[in-house]
């Protein structure tokens, strides 16, 4: 069962960046496709990006295409979330998940979560 561990959230200004970090806790997750989520105050969790095992895959919810890039580093066993023109509504808790059921399947192991709260 793979741990896991997010870091770099914090408060920016609108059109700032930050990058989101998420360490696994054991190689086996680098068989495990990884996605990041994010809940607002007040509101459901919501899909914001995933990435396949390999990398090769990736997938978004429409309101960020274009402004964040998911990616990651199997040698470090860490999934990142590079966020560029950040807007007030991307305020949230962001969580990463694991899932061994592949790119569109579920997702299984989560982590604790980081704030990111962007002011205008």
């Known amino acids: 069962q793979a741990q896991l561990a997010e870091s770099g959230g914090t408060s920016v200004q609108a059109g700032g960046s930050l990058r989101l970090s998420c360490a696994a806790s054991?190689?086996?997750?680098?068989?495990?496709?990884m996605g990041w989520f994010r809940q607002a105050p007040g509101k459901g969790r919501e899909f914001v990006a995933a990435?396949?095992?390999?990398?090769?895959?990736?997938r978004y919810t429409d309101s960020v295409k274009g402004r964040f890039t998911i990616s990651r580093d199997n040698a470090k066993n860490t999934v990142y979330l590079q966020m560029n023109s950040l807007k007030p509504e991307d305020t949230a808790v962001y969580s990463c998940?694991?899932?061994?059921?592949?790119?569109?399947?579920?997702?299984?192991?989560w982590g604790q979560g980081t704030q990111v709260t962007v002011s205008s």
């Open positions: 054991e190689r086996t997750s680098n068989y495990y496709a």
């Open positions: 998940a694991a899932s061994p059921n592949g790119l569109y399947g579920k997702f299984e192991f």
């Open positions: 990435i396949s095992s390999g990398g090769a895959g990736t």
